[in-house]
């Protein structure tokens, strides 16, 4: 488990980026129909986290250490 830069910050900056990427191309287009529509991929993602979590702590030994250190999913401060 990487605890070093961008993964030292959130577990999941992977996730991180794609949703910025999201919001950001919504935003580009100026459209509020892609902003809106930007929602069903963004609640996709942090259910796929949800679940992707409970599978590392079942599978993977010292994750939940690990989560204890890196204590941010997706963003942080915030969760």
Do not use: C, N
Request: aromatic content about 12%.
């Amino acid at each position: 488990m990487i605890d070093t830069g961008v993964y030292g910050v959130v577990r999941h900056p992977m996730y991180a980026g794609a949703i910025l990427v999201m919001v950001g191309m919504s935003l580009w287009l100026e459209s509020v129909a892609a902003s809106l529509l930007t929602i069903v991929p963004m609640t996709i993602l942090v259910v796929r986290i949800q679940f992707e979590e409970q599978f590392l702590r079942q599978e993977l030994k010292g994750y939940d250490s690990y989560t204890q250190k890196i204590r941010y999913k997706l963003l942080p401060y915030l969760w």
